[in-house]
């Protein structure tokens, strides 16, 4: 029988005797006959794996080239429908970005498992980087890391599943969402696939791109959540001979800088959490952008500053710590300087994806996989060096891990490569981890 673990998410299991808590003898195990076919199958195929990694590098799909990333879309969905994979296109005109490619196979067996990558880059069709090349070993190219590996890498896992004879009976759903780079504003609508499909699953398992350490990989059990905040600060404009005094009071840059301060002395220190204020306008005008995250300021020295304007972020390890955090900020700016108002708002973004139990058990039957690969140990990644992902989305209805795509670097630069060997290290990986979690067994 399978136990749920207690925290946040669907657990997987718990006790000896289940699916990942095998007893130390299984840690040796060698790969199955099933499993060497889809290893063979991978080392078959490697160059066509990086065929197809060039023909999506080269076709422009800047999150706002909605012609481009459906393009990328048709690509892997052709793919996968010739290994029977059902697919879907999801529009999202309605927060002008293209749309999500969703592929499913539904079986019986095993654990329901949701794939998740991205179609999009932040290299719109104005960028001077938009070709694939390659030197040896090493590709460049956009988004070629970030993240059309780790897409290439959910493609040829399948189809080496499917060589393999696997596939059948397994329930296995894959969302390329459009919209990862800058997603659709309001995040209920541009989300609401890849959260529906993370309810009907049991695992999910997200191919941003992998970390390598000294003689062994990470793999990530937690992110962050990534939201935003904006303080608007007034204060009486008068002139600066007057500023203390009981008519004028601090004027809205001392408060701002109050609040700021208060904010780094008073709030700052928790683990895993940051905030960030990106952006300051101040003076007796002020004019800004939140979508665009600039604008005009217009003051004199000889008058004291009507308003403040400061935009920020925070990144937070749990809703728990987020919510907390916006408490104490929220005191802090209740504590205005005489003659001084402000206010701050709070806008939700990505969520956090927590380090739940169920997660660390899928980490360690991909680590149990990478060893019995004899590619070495996986370890759990700090959650404070990665940003946020879309498998954030899935984390609050099902256990999950991830970057387990390709190793690669310059990431959002033109610089952005990627190491070809690490293509099938990661395919393989992929493949059979799915495969374990899919074969409807109890034990290893």
């Not at 809703?319 to 900020?329: D, K, P, S």
């Not at 709070?346 to 990478?370: K, Q």
């Amino acid at each position: 029988m399978l136990r749920r673990l207690s925290g946040p998410g669907i657990a997987l299991a718990a006790l000896s005797g289940t699916l990942f808590a095998a007893p130390e003898d299984a840690r040796a195990q060698r790969l199955s006959d099933e499993e060497r076919r889809i290893v063979a199958y991978v080392d078959e195929h490697a160059e066509e794996a990086v065929e197809l990694l060039r023909r999506v590098v080269e076709i422009n799909s800047g999150t706002m080239n909605h012609a481009g990333v459906r393009r990328v879309a048709e690509i892997f969905a052709a793919e996968l429908e010739s290994i029977g994979f059902e697919t879907r296109w999801v529009p999202l005109t309605e927060v002008n970005r293209a749309g999500h490619l969703i592929a499913e196979r539904r079986g019986r067996a095993g654990k329901r498992v949701l794939l998740i990558g991205h179609l999009d880059t932040v290299f719109e069709e104005d960028s001077p980087f938009q070709r694939f090349t390659r030197d040896g070993d090493i590709a460049a190219g956009p988004g070629i890391g970030d993240m059309k590996g780790g897409d290439v890498v959910i493609v040829q896992a399948l189809k080496a599943m499917h060589a393999a004879g696997v596939l059948e009976d397994a329930t296995i759903r894959v969302i390329f969402t459009g919209d990862e780079e800058s997603p659709g504003d309001p995040l209920e609508v541009s989300r609401r696939d890849l959260i529906e499909l993370a309810k009907q699953s049991d695992v999910a398992l997200g191919f941003e791109g992998g970390t390598p350490g000294e003689g062994f990989d990470y793999g990530v059990v937690a992110r962050r959540s990534s939201s935003e905040w904006k303080l608007e600060v007034t204060g009486r404009s008068a002139h600066s001979s007057g500023i203390f005094g009981p008519s004028v009071g601090a004027g809205a840059i001392f408060e701002a800088a109050r609040i700021l301060n208060a904010f780094y002395e008073e709030v700052r220190g928790e683990e895993y959490l940051t905030f960030n204020p990106g952006a300051i306008l101040g003076g007796t005008e002020v004019r800004y952008d939140e979508q665009e995250t600039r604008g005009t300021a217009f003051g004199k020295t000889n008058v004291v500053a009507q308003t403040v304007v400061v935009h920020g972020g925070i990144r937070a390890i749990s809703q728990e710590q987020l919510e907390r955090t916006r408490a104490r900020m929220r005191e802090i700016v209740a504590r205005s300087l005489p003659h001084t108002s402000a206010r701050i708002t709070f806008t939700d973004g990505y969520p956090s994806m927590p380090p739940t139990e169920g997660n660390r058990a899928i980490l360690a039957l991909y680590d149990r996989v990478s060893r019995d690969l004899g590619y070495g140990e996986v370890r759990a990644y700090d959650p404070g060096l990665r940003g946020a992902a879309d498998i954030s989305f899935a984390a609050p209805y099902v256990d999950g891990i991830d970057g387990l795509g390709p190793h690669g670097d310059g990431s959002h630069t033109p610089q952005e490569t990627l190491d070809l060997r690490s293509l099938p290290k990661a395919t393989k990986r992929a493949a059979v981890l799915i495969h374990r979690l899919t074969r409807g067994e109890a034990t290893l």
